[in-house]
């Protein structure tokens, strides 16, 4: 029974009477999904968003207590009401489930408006439990994504949202911008946290050997498969598996992995037979995967089963001050790299890093900030040690006429130095000045020069 109502709680109804009676009509604030048996049941509870659950006990149903007690203490994280014969009240079997797994339970016949009511608190302490089981959702210290600005933190709310589900997730986005690690944060915010994170990018693995890989091979099914082998879909059973580049995947291994998502279940290369495996998938993707349905690079049913929810990754020029942000981070991460003599960034090289169009996001960022550190020879990186000199070009005309002019004077003596290899005296004929001004300018802008300390102004 759908009520169709837009954020509707899911609700589990399990019915174990021989003849199943319908579940009560309730407002459209609960969706009711109905198990007929304790399987579905537990085919339906896959779905993280399912809370709470109800299920009613009549005489013809006290058979199936030792396995009701076992499976509500397996699904313990969702809050479950029971609906009673009274007189089943006085079974001691009865009240132990209902004493150790129950919330409440109502006694027949039916008050549906106290029903509804108290599934509401059943829901709201649910959702309490689940809340305080889920890490950080991206706020906490184990949060890996670094970011303040509002198009991170809007990033962060919908890993929080999807993270419950356990649907398929999209993560679009430009190369770079770390689509890797959000996906490790649906993980790790989700109920499969602790259990398997396999990542593979499908652009990395050449095409002859990706459907092994995905699903493993028998012994023998092909030239060097010496022995039988699972895939990487088996190793993540229970937890999640992370496929980069999915518009790279060839159109048969598309095939199969559709297969894959239809029933839960994997065929070996070479095996007749398929198992079952509990894998939630999410896949990232830099190009547009509707263009590539379009030109028939991409099955248009796969592409709609994993489309079920998304979200992208923003580049880092759309993301306010995080780029300074992420230099500072991998400034400190990189420690261990640097010279102790480099404290920081310059202004300039701050405002370079701000003015920057980052075509390769954080990971171009990363590698300028780790090259800037070993390559600098000042105590502050500048904007050449980044290889941003060009970043500041466009802007000196909008600074004071003296920020301009010492900007300039920087550049040319450092330009000097360089072309001189370091010869002060030479440097310092090259820009026509005397050896004692080169000093005097040098220690204004921070520039180390050779033998400095031997020299008497
Ligand atoms: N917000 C962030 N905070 C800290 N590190 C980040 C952040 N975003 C990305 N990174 C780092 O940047 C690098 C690139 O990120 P990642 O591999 O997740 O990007 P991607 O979008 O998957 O790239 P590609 O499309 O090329 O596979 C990684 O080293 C990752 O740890």
Request: charge should be negative; hydrophobic fraction near 40%.
């Amino acid at each position: 029974m759908d009520s169709g109502a837009v954020n509707a709680h899911r609700l589990l109804w399990v019915d174990l009477l021989d003849t199943p009676g319908e579940p009560p009509f309730l407002t459209p604030d609960w969706e009711i999904l109905v198990a007929s048996s304790l399987g579905e049941a537990e085919t339906l509870l896959r779905d993280p968003s399912i809370m709470v659950g109800v299920f009613s006990l009549r005489p013809d149903s006290l058979e199936h207590l030792p396995a009701l007690g076992r499976f509500l203490q397996h699904h313990g994280t969702r809050e479950w009401l029971a609906l009673v014969e009274p007189d089943l009240l006085w079974d001691p079997r009865v009240r132990e489930i209902l004493r150790h797994w129950c919330y409440d339970f109502h006694s027949f016949p039916l008050d549906t408006p106290r029903l509804e009511v108290v599934l509401g608190h059943a829901f709201g302490m649910a959702a309490l439990l689940a809340q305080s089981s889920i890490p950080s959702c991206g706020s906490g210290e184990e949060d890996p994504l670094t970011g303040e600005s509002p198009s991170m933190e809007q990033v962060r709310r919908t890993i929080c949202k999807v993270a419950r589900v356990a649907a398929p997730v999209l993560i679009t986005g430009e190369s770079g911008t770390g689509k890797e690690l959000a996906a490790r944060a649906v993980h790790e915010a989700s109920p499969r946290a602790g259990k398997p994170f396999e990542a593979i990018n499908c652009a990395a693995v050449p095409a002859s050997l990706i459907q092994s890989e995905l699903f493993g091979h028998e012994r023998g099914a092909f030239t060097g498969a010496h022995r039988t082998r699972g895939g990487r879909v088996q190793a993540a059973h229970g937890g999640t598996l992370f496929l980069d580049e999915i518009g790279d995947l060839p159109l048969e291994v598309q095939a199969s992995l559709l297969r894959f998502l239809q029933n839960q279940t994997v065929q070996r290369v070479g095996s007749d037979h398929e198992d079952k495996v509990d894998v939630r998938v999410v896949a990232a993707t830099h190009v547009n995967l509707t263009d590539a349905v379009k030109e028939g690079r991409f099955r248009e049913d796969l592409f709609y089963r994993l489309d079920v929810l998304n979200f992208e990754m923003p580049p880092l020029r759309e993301r306010d001050g995080d780029g300074v942000l992420l230099a500072h981070h991998f400034f400190q991460a990189f420690a261990r790299d640097r010279s102790a003599r480099v404290k920081g960034f310059s202004a300039s090289a701050l405002e370079a890093i701000r003015r920057h169009p980052w075509p390769g996001n954080v990971r171009e960022l990363i590698n300028r900030v780790r090259r800037a550190m070993v390559l600098c020879e000042n105590r502050f990186i500048q904007p050449e040690d980044l290889g941003l000199e060009d970043a500041l070009e466009n802007t000196l005309p909008q600074a004071s006429l003296e920020a301009v002019r010492a900007e300039a004077e920087r550049k040319a003596i450092t330009r000097a130095l360089r072309t001189c290899e370091g010869n002060v005296s030479a440097a310092a004929r090259r820009l026509n000045v005397s050896r004692i001004t080169l000093y005097r300018l040098a220690r204004r802008h921070d520039i180390p020069l050779q033998g400095q300390t031997t020299v008497k102004s």
